[in-house]
């Protein structure tokens, strides 16, 4: 069973950084896709930002310019920088590895943002 651990939440002030952390067992290129969704209270979650196996990057509108994934297939790690910080980017942020047979999901990492 594929396992990934978050890490890398936590408080900031409003135009702060954060780098979420996603570590998975096994090599990230045996997934089709990778990427981060968040889910604040009382919204649906939603997709943040997703890379392919081959490289290929997609961002919410909301985060463009803000925030950036990135892999390390020698760390079987995926990263997400988030930059110039938003309240309303507090949310708990799951961490995810899709085949074309499956999705798995961290246990997500809370990202709280002060005005």
């Known amino acids: 069973q594929v396992q990934l651990v978050e890490s890398g939440g936590g408080l900031v002030q409003a135009g702060g950084s954060l780098r979420l952390s996603c570590a998975v067992s096994g090599s990230i290129f045996s997934f089709n896709h990778m990427g981060w969704y968040r889910q604040a209270p009382g919204k649906q979650r939603e997709l943040v930002a997703s890379i392919a196996s081959g490289g290929n990057t997609d961002y919410a509108d909301s985060v463009k310019g803000r925030f950036t994934i990135s892999g390390d297939n020698a760390k079987n790690t995926v990263y997400l920088q988030m930059n110039s910080l938003k309240p309303e980017d507090t949310a708990v942020y799951y961490c995810?590895?899709?085949?074309?047979?499956?999705?798995?999901w961290g246990q997500g990492t809370q990202v709280t943002v002060s005005s």
């Open positions: 995810y590895a899709a085949t074309v047979f499956n999705v798995d």
